[in-house]
Structure formats: C-alpha cells, structure tokens
T-cell receptor, first 116, second 110 residues
Framework: NAGVMQNPRHLVRRRGQEARLRCSPMKGHSHVYWYRQLPEEGLKFMVY????????ESGMPKERFSAEFPKEGPSILRIQQVVRGDSAAYFC??????????????FGSGTQLSVL | QQQVKQSPQSLIVQKGGIPIINCAYENTAFDYFPWYQQFPGKGPALLIAIRPDVSEKKEGRFTISFNKSAKQFSLHIMDSQPGDSATYFC?????????FGSGTQLTVLP
C-alpha cells in the first residue's frame, strides 16, 4: 500500500516561471491537504480539497496560487510567476474518507521548491 | 487565536533522558491534539494524539499530558534513544484545519 506520493522531490525555478507540484493520495483517500513549511518553522495550512471540490482555501495566498484535485489523477498545487519568497518545502497530506476530518493525516515526503 | 505556541525550539538530552516538549493554545474550539514526528527529508508522521476530555495518553515510550483549564499540552519521551532524534510538532484541530506549532528539534546523544 503505497503512501502519499509527491513529485518532484526537488524543483528549481527561476523568478517568473510556473511551478507545478503533484500529489497522489494514499489509495482510498479522497481528502487532500497542502501545507507549506519554511526553514525552522511549522507547517502552514494552505488548502483542503476533496475530489473536484475546494473545501477550504483560507491559507492560500490570493494571487498566483491555485490548487485542484480532479476526478482522475493527482492533486496539483500550481504557483504562477514564482518569487524567491515561494522557496519552501510543500507537503501534501491525505486522509481516509470515512475518518473524522483530518484526524489521521498521512504526509508525503514533500517537494522542495527553490526559486533562483 | 489560531496559533499553537510550542517550546523549546531545540532540545538536547542524553540517552535515557526524558525530553519534554510543551505547547499552548488559545482557541477553545480545538478538539483534537496530535503530535507529529519528522525526520530530515521526510514528511511528518503521526506519533500520538489526545482529545481534550482525557488528561493523559500513553503509547509505548510516548506520553501526552493535557491540561484543559490551562490550555496546555506536552509530550514526554521516556527512555529516549538516539533514534528519537527528530523534529517534533504539536498540532491542534479545528473544523477543517490542523494548526501546527513551530517545531522542536530534539537531539538525543548516545
């Protein structure tokens, strides 16, 4: 039973380019969460999605950031026109459909985004 | 009000010692308090969790103490081992979010 799969593990972008981060939840999980972790800081909630729906995006910056979780395929976190301040580790987590909301979160190994 | 304050930022103990990591919160709507363990290059992994109607929960060498009136909770690691060296995050759940503390980097010396 594969865990939460994130790719790429490392992503380097120049300022102004787009970054696409992918997350495949654990089998049978239909809840996906994205978190951002800056060096020596905790994880900051960004967005919570279920299949084809954004449930809570209160942690997402209003501009340049978007997320989706289509009916088929992985969840995508998209950052347009990246800036140096976007450099961080981005973690995806999933939870079982039938558990209490986010009570059991399983995290991927993250994508380290570096903006040059 | 969504903050979870965690201390200390870093902690060094000898093998066999009992590191204690503390967290405090303000939001009384939080209803579930997990602890996560993170090794370098890996995502956080759920370690142990407690609900506010319980004052203590123990799983193996890990114990959570919870003080609802003080809005504080702490993680104790009994008989700590070098393999416990990691970053530990407390967290608190509200309706749709887990709010994490800033993390404690624990080093257990052999």
């Amino acid at each position: 039973n594969a865990g939460v799969m994130q790719n790429p593990r490392h992503l380097v972008r120049r300022r102004g380019q787009e970054a696409r981060l992918r997350c495949s939840p654990m089998k049978g999980h239909s809840h996906v969460y994205w978190y951002r972790q800056l060096p020596e800081e905790g994880l900051k909630f960004m967005v919570y999605l279920q299949k084809e729906n954004i449930i809570d995006e209160s942690g997402m910056p209003k501009e340049r950031f978007s997320a989706e979780f289509p009916k088929e395929g992985p969840s995508i976190l998209r950052i347009q026109q990246v800036v140096r301040g976007d450099s961080a580790a981005y973690f995806c987590a999933s939870s079982p459909s039938k558990s209490s909301t986010n009570e059991k979160l399983f995290f991927g190994s993250g994508t380290q985004l570096s903006v040059l | 009000q969504q903050q979870v304050k965690q201390s200390p930022q870093s902690l060094i103990v000898q093998k066999g010692g009992i590191p204690i990591i503390n967290c405090a919160y303000e939001n009384t709507a939080f209803d579930y308090f997990p602890w996560y363990q993170q090794f370098p290059g890996k995502g956080p992994a759920l370690l142990i969790a407690i609900r506010p109607d319980v004052s203590e929960k123990k799983e193996g060498r890990f114990t959570i103490s919870f003080n609802k009136s003080a809005k504080q909770f702490s993680l104790h690691i009994m008989d700590s081992q070098p393999g416990d060296s990691a970053t530990y995050f407390c967290a608190a759940r509200s309706a749709r979010q887990l709010t994490f503390g800033s993390g404690t980097q624990l080093t257990v010396l052999p």
